[in-house]
């Protein structure tokens, strides 16, 4: 593990960036003797970041399939660059900040 690892320290802000998409349940109700979640309705606001997330997510997937084909195919020993990716990730944090 990398020492002072960003993905750990602001694991938060990536689960809320993960899931920003799925609503959240704000109470339970009970219709018919069953138990039935009610959740929130997403803000015009949340529906914007919409595209820009999915973008992102998307990214971050492409680079993970780029990264097992060269490993698989090209370059066995291929470590993506801690150091790169850690400061990637401070970096973006440190914007959501604004």
Do not use: H, W
Request: hydrophobic letters at 40%; a neutral charge.
């Amino acid at each position: 593990m990398y020492p002072d690892s960003q993905i750990f320290t602001r694991s938060f802000e990536l689960e809320k960036l993960l899931s920003a998409d799925d609503t959240q349940i704000i109470k339970y109700c009970i219709n018919d003797d069953m138990l039935k979640g009610e959740f929130k309705n997403l803000s015009d606001r949340e529906l914007a970041t919409r595209p820009i997330r999915n973008a992102l997510q998307q990214g971050a997937i492409d680079f993970a399939k780029d990264a097992v084909n060269l490993r698989k195919n090209l370059y066995f020993d291929f470590k993506p660059s801690l150091f790169i990716s850690n400061s990637l990730c401070k970096d973006f944090s440190l914007t959501l900040r604004i």
